[in-house]
């Protein structure tokens, strides 16, 4: 697949200038991810962007978060969070990482504090 960075550069330049937002955990936030190298997890639509769960807000302008995934391909390090929307959901344990504030785009609801601690769990476990 051929990637356009060029096209992600410019939004990436509009992203630099925003405002952070200021996040908690367990809340599910469209983010711009961004079109990234190799199989890290690319934005899935003309934006960039993709929901995420925030698993632990780091300052005012970092957050450690877990993209979400509808694909239905069964791993233990995609548990099922359920519906996001309308569709059901799975968070992408293998491409957590931190991002900046600045690419939260909209706040979308609130994972249950039980689905919540299962995940904190299982990200644990994996380290």
């Not at 990234?36 to 690319?42: L, R």
């Not at 995609?78 to 293998?94: D, F, M, T, W, Y």
Request: proline share 2%.
């Amino acid at each position: 697949m051929i990637k356009d960075f060029d096209k992600w550069n410019i939004k990436k330049k509009e992203i630099n200038e925003r405002v952070g937002l200021f996040c908690h955990e367990r809340e599910l936030w469209w983010c711009t991810f961004g079109l990234n190298v190799g199989y890290e997890q690319n934005g899935s639509d003309i934006e960039y962007r993709r929901p995420a769960v925030i698993l632990k807000s780091l300052s005012r302008e970092t957050c450690f978060v877990i993209p979400l995934t509808t694909s239905k391909n069964y791993h233990k390090y995609r548990p099922s969070i359920g519906l996001v929307g309308n569709k059901e959901a799975c968070a992408l344990l293998s491409q957590m990482r931190v991002i900046d504030t600045k690419r939260l785009v909209k706040k979308i609801g609130s994972l249950d504090q039980q689905t919540f601690n299962s995940i904190r769990k299982t990200v644990k476990d994996m380290l």
